[in-house]
C-alpha cells in the first residue's frame, strides 16, 4: 500500500485529492496538513468523505511525518512547496507538486510571473513536468514532478498533433478558454461570489496571464522552435471545467486531421477523440479525468479549430497528479481514476 500525504489539504485540489484517493485500491492518505485547521477531523470539514477518512485529521506540516510517507501531494499556493520540497526529496520521499512552483525552467521567468524569487532554483533541472501524454518516460524516473497547470493541459493537448506534424503555422496560434470559478480556489473573493459571478462573462488578464509561459514552454517543446501564441481567459458561470477553443492555420488541406488526432491519442487513456463533426461539452467531463477532444475545419479553409474539454479540477489537476503518481509507481494508470463523469 503506498502511503501517501498531503500538503494543503483544504483547497479544492485538496479535497478533489482525498475523493480520488479514497477509490485508489493501492493508496492511503497517512498526512494531511494545514496550519489553520489543525486538529480538525477531515470527515468533519467534508462530510462528503464521511465513511472514507473518519479517523484522519489536519496537522500542522512537519517534515518527518511527511518524509515518512511513499509520496508527498503538494496542493498549496505558490511558493510553499520551495520550502519543503528539498527536506523529503532528501529522505527518499517523492514530491508531486499541483502548483506552478517547478513548472517553468527558467527561475527569472517564474520570479517575473509569481511576483516572488523562486525559493528552490536548484530543483528546477530535475523537476519533470507532469504531463503523461508528453511525459510518460520521464515521469516513470523522477523524484520530482511539476504537475501541469489546467489551462496548459487542455490547450496543450489540443494543439500537440498539430504542432508535432509540423503542418501548423507556429507563429500564429490562438488558445480562447473559459474556466469555471472553482479555478480561482477555495479562498474568499468577490470576484468569486454566486452574485458576482453568476449570469456574467468576462475575459481577464489578456495582457498576459500566469499560464501563459507555461503553455508556450510547452508548445515550443512540441513544435521543435519558437511559436506565437495569444491566449485569452474567461470566467464563465459554472463551477467546474474549461472549455478551450483553439485556433491554428494549416494550409495543407490534403491532412486527414481526424486521423492525425486519432492516431496521436490512440494509446492515451485520459484523451477522447471525438467522432468528426462533434461538440464536445464540459458537462461530458465533470469530474472525470478526461480530455475530449474534437477537430475541425470550417468551410474547407485554412484555419483548424479544436475543441479542448477538461474538469479543471480533475484532468486539469488532482486526477493529473494521481495519474502521475500511477506511473511513477509503475501501477495501472487508471487506478482511482476510471470513474465516469457526472450527468447532469
Known amino acids: 500500500m503506498v502511503k501517501v500525504g498531503i500538503v494543503g489539504g483544504t483547497g479544492y485540489t485538496g479535497v478533489e485529492l482525498l475523493r480520488l484517493l479514497a477509490q485508489h485500491p493501492e493508496a492511503e492518505v497517512a498526512v494531511i496538513t494545514s496550519r489553520s485547521e489543525a486538529g480538525v477531523k477531515v470527515a468533519d470539514m467534508y462530510p462528503n468523505l464521511r465513511g472514507h477518512y473518519d479517523a484522519l485529521a489536519f496537522s500542522v506540516p512537519d517534515s518527518a511525518a511527511l518524509g515518512a510517507c ?6 498549496t499556493p505558490h511558493g510553499v512547496a520551495h520550502a519543503l520540497a528539498g527536506e523529503l526529496l532528501a529522505a527518499g520521499t517523492q514530491v508531486i507538486d499541483l502548483s506552478a512552483d517547478f513548472r517553468l525552467q527558467d527561475a527569472d521567468e517564474w520570479a517575473q510571473w ?7 532554483p536548484e530543483l528546477l533541472a530535475e523537476a519533470v513536468y507532469g504531463l503523461p501524454e508528453v511525459n510518460r518516460a520521464k515521469i516513470q524516473q523522477a523524484r520530482l514532478i511539476a504537475v501541469a497547470g489546467c489551462y496548459p493541459t487542455a490547450t496543450q493537448l489540443g494543439f500537440l498533433p498539430l504542432l508535432e506534424a509540423g503542418i501548423a503555422d507556429n507563429s500564429r496560434l490562438i488558445a480562447d478558454c473559459k474556466s469555471g470559478v472553482s479555478g480561482a480556489g477555495r479562498g474568499a473573493s468577490v470576484g468569486s461570489l454566486f452574485s458576482e459571478a453568476g449570469e456574467s462573462m468576462k475575459a481577464y488578464a489578456v495582457k498576459g496571464h500566469r499560464h501563459l509561459p507555461e503553455i508556450s514552454q510547452g508548445l515550443r517543446r512540441a513544435a521543435g522552435g519558437e511559436i506565437g501564441l495569444t491566449f485569452v481567459p474567461h470566467l464563465t458561470p459554472m463551477i467546474r471545467g474549461i472549455h478551450a477553443t483553439l485556433y491554428a492555420t494549416v494550409a495543407d488541406h490534403s491532412i486527414d486531421l481526424q486521423a492525425l488526432f486519432e492516431q496521436r491519442y490512440a494509446n492515451e487513456p485520459f484523451v477522447d477523440v471525438m467522432p468528426a463533426g462533434s ?5 461530458s467531463v465533470r469530474g472525470a479525468n478526461v480530455c475530449r477532444l474534437a477537430v475541425h475545419r470550417p468551410q474547407g479553409g485554412d484555419l483548424v479549430v479544436v475543441l479542448s474539454v477538461i474538469d479543471n479540477l480533475v484532468k486539469g489537476a488532482s486526477g493529473q497528479a494521481i495519474q502521475c503518481m500511477n506511473i511513477r509507481l509503475g501501477l495501472n494508470e487508471r487506478l482511482g481514476l476510471g470513474h465516469a463523469a457526472l450527468l447532469p
Open 114 to 120: 509569481y511576483g516572488q524569487p523562486h525559493g528552490a
Open 279 to 283: 461538440h464536445p461539452e464540459t458537462r
Open 70 to 75: 511513499d509520496v508527498v501531494f503538494f496542493a
